[in-house]
T-cell receptor, first 113, second 112 residues
Framework: QQQVKQSPQSLIVQKGGISIINCAYE??????FPWYQQFPGKGPALLIA?????SEKKEGRFTISFNKSAKQFSLHIMDSQPGDSATYFC????????????FGQGTTLQVKP | DGGITQSPKYLFRKEGQNVTLSCEQN?????MYWYRQDPGQGLRLIYY???????QKGDIAEGYSVSREKKESFPLTVTSAQKNPTAFYLC???????????FGSGTRLTVV
C-alpha cells in the first residue's frame, strides 16, 4: 500500500530550539521526498526535497535526513523561530508516476518566543 | 506573475446543493490536482488530470466531479452526493514527470 506516515501530529518548541518531524514510507519505489510548509489559510509551499542517492540535504536552517534502509526521512529545523510556526507535510512519489505525491498527515509546529 | 488562482476563498452552500470550485493556472503546467484537507488527515487526493479532456479518480472521488476542457482550468464540483463536504479544498499543478507541486491558496467550503 502506498502510504506515508508522519509524526508527531503536533509539536511545541522554544525559540532557538530544534524541531524534528519524522516520516516513514512503505513503497520502496518512491524516489522523491519533499517537505511542504503551510501557513493558516494558505496553500502548502515546497520547502525542501531530497532523493535517495543522498542521506542529507541542507538549505539554510532546514535539513532533510534520509535513511533508505529504514524507509524513513525527517525534517530538522535548526534555531527554530516563531515565524516557522506552521503545518508541515512530508510527501513521496516515484519517477514516472506523473509526479503524483502521497502526503503524510501533517505536523502542526508551534515555536514559542 | 505565474501561479494558481482558486476562487472563491470562502464559499457557503446549503445542504443538497451542488457547488463548483474554480482553479486556474498560468504556469503552463500539464497536470492538475484537487486535494481535500481536514484537520489531522493531511491532504487527500480527490481527482487529478494529466492532459486536457482526461482525468483520473483519486482516493476520495465519491461525491465529486471534475472537467478539464482547457489546460489552464480544472474546476471541481462538489455534488449533493458528497456526505461531508465541509472542508478546505486545495488545487495544485505540476509539469508531467517533474516533481514538485505549486498549490493555490485554497477554498474553504462550508455546507449548512
Amino acid at each position: 500500500q502506498q502510504q506515508v506516515k508522519q509524526s508527531p501530529q503536533s509539536l511545541i518548541v522554544q525559540k532557538g530550539g530544534i524541531s524534528i518531524i519524522n516520516c516513514a514510507y512503505e513503497n520502496t519505489a518512491f524516489d522523491y521526498f519533499p517537505w511542504y510548509q503551510q501557513f493558516p489559510g494558505k496553500g502548502p509551499a515546497l520547502l525542501i526535497a531530497i532523493r535517495p542517492d543522498v542521506s542529507e540535504k541542507k538549505e539554510g536552517r532546514f535539513t532533510i535526513s534520509f535513511n533508505k534502509s529504514a524507509k524513513q526521512f525527517s525534517l530538522h529545523i535548526m534555531d527554530s523561530q516563531p515565524g516557522d510556526s506552521a503545518t508541515y507535510f512530508c510527501a513521496a512519489s516515484k519517477s514516472g508516476n506523473t509526479g503524483k505525491l502521497i502526503f503524510g498527515q501533517g505536523t502542526t509546529l508551534q515555536v514559542k518566543p | 506573475d505565474g501561479g494558481i488562482t482558486q476562487s472563491p476563498k470562502y464559499l457557503f452552500r446549503k445542504e443538497g446543493q451542488n457547488v463548483t470550485l474554480s482553479c486556474e493556472q498560468n504556469l503552463n503546467h500539464d497536470a492538475m490536482y484537487w486535494y481535500r484537507q481536514d484537520p489531522g488527515q493531511g491532504l487527500r487526493l480527490i481527482y487529478y488530470s494529466q492532459i486536457v479532456n482526461d482525468f483520473q479518480k483519486g482516493d476520495i472521488a465519491e461525491g465529486y466531479s471534475v472537467s478539464r476542457e482547457k489546460k489552464e482550468s480544472f474546476p471541481l464540483t462538489v455534488t449533493s452526493a458528497q456526505k461531508n463536504p465541509t472542508a478546505f479544498y486545495l488545487c495544485a499543478s505540476s509539469m508531467l514527470f517533474e516533481e514538485g507541486y505549486t498549490f493555490g491558496s485554497g477554498t474553504r467550503l462550508t455546507v449548512v
